[in-house]
């Protein structure tokens, strides 16, 4: 049975920000000792700093996941420090936006190395000191994309179907053993991390996740509770577990809602090759137009164009004007929604943090 996280040595991948970063504050804050391990060593301080502040321990170490030699290092360091290691959580990733055709190989390599090499690397180290103690838990951070494939990520989603099938393997061989040691991959829904800041794009827009849109904290929250209760798999978002779900019942289905994509004309699909990149990073919540109705000022049905201007400083277009933020937040007739007109853009979905948190908690679906 797992120690109570205040008792637990954690080493945690990718903790210079997003979910990594949330992940190792909520251990620092339930008093824990944390290894922290990423590229970035200035970022790493100051979570560092953060969880000391806190009450917890931490330690720093400068690891790139995609070399060996440093993974096997990270957990030298953690045992030196700390003298054990009880949960190890394999969390570092990156991604490239781009159909597979653009992909250079080279970036393929990347995502690949630091995706599902860089968990395998981290579970390899790992194993050798969680076998001697006789316990331990892993804890791989995989996506919902570990069970459907989404366009324009071709690596990532290779990736993180490895990672899965990687870790049911490790599983059974560890259960069958019945050494101890517990393996459990967190699988999150659309989540607000830099990731998308960070990641390469050749669509000529930024990419963004999908609505509904979770905090970092949620997945952060699920992993907590992993380390202490084992459980096979936790998905983290009502909306992946939405999609996993029609993956199993009908993937030609999910498949025609992933390239769906309508646009003022009525259209289903996009009319060209660069409309096609463009759009796919996700599915469009542009409407076809109605015919308007009477009165004086917009039409609730009017189908406004988003303007270059909208698209540059990522604001959202509303009734001819661009607007920051949510587009509820625009002066138009109640119950009436902007029209996405032009390829690529795409609106906001508005996050509340607190609410956030609480909506991907109760969304956890743990098997």
């Known amino acids: 049975m797992p120690q109570r996280v205040r008792d637990q040595v954690v080493v945690i991948t990718g903790a210079s920000s997003g979910i990594g970063r949330e992940t190792a504050i909520l251990f620092g804050e339930q008093k824990a000792s944390v290894v922290l391990a990423a590229r970035d060593e200035v970022a790493l301080e100051e979570v560092k700093r953060e969880i000391e502040r806190l009450g917890g321990q931490a330690h720093v170490v400068t690891t790139d996941v995609a070399v060996w030699d440093q993974v096997e290092r990270l957990a030298r360091a953690a045992l030196d420090r700390f003298g054990r290691i009880d949960t190890w959580i394999n969390n570092a990733a990156v991604s490239v936006y781009a159909t597979a055709e653009q992909l250079s190989v080279e970036e393929i390599d990347r995502v690949i190395q630091v995706n599902l090499l860089g968990p395998i690397y981290g579970m390899k180290a790992a194993l050798p000191y969680l076998r001697r103690q006789g316990y331990g838990t892993i804890i791989n951070v995989g996506s919902v994309e570990s069970k459907r494939s989404v366009p324009l990520q071709a690596p990532y989603v290779a990736a993180k179907h490895g990672l899965k099938g990687f870790t049911g393997t490790l599983r059974l061989e560890l259960d069958h053993e019945q050494s101890g040691i517990t393996v459990t991959l967190i699988l999150p829904s659309s989540i607000n991390t830099p990731l998308f800041n960070h990641a390469r794009s050749k669509l000529g827009v930024k990419p963004q996740p999908i609505p509904p ?57 996009p009319t060209s090759r660069t409309t096609a990149k463009t759009t796919f990073s996700r599915p469009s919540r542009a409407r076809a137009p109605r015919p308007a109705s009477s009165g004086s000022g917009p039409s609730r049905t009017a189908c406004i164009p988003a303007t270059s201007s909208c698209i540059r400083t990522g604001n959202v277009p509303c009734w001819g004007r661009c607007c920051s933020g949510s587009w509820r937040s625009c002066d138009a007739p109640a119950g009436s929604r902007p029209c996405i007109a032009t390829p690529g853009t795409r609106i906001p979905a508005p996050i509340h943090r607190a609410a956030s948190r609480k909506a991907g908690r109760l969304a956890w679906f743990r098997s």
């Not at 936790?234 to 289905?253: C, T």
Request: proline share 5%; net charge negative; charged share 30%.
């Open 213 to 269: 849109i979770y905090e970092p904290r949620a997945v952060a929250e699920a992993i907590l509770f992993a380390a202490e209760h084992p459980r096979r798999e936790v998905v983290v978002g009502g909306s992946g577990k939405l999609l996993a779900v029609g993956e199993r019942l009908d993937p030609s289905l999910v498949d025609r809602y992933m390239l769906q994509v309508e646009d003022c004309s009525g259209s289903s699909r």
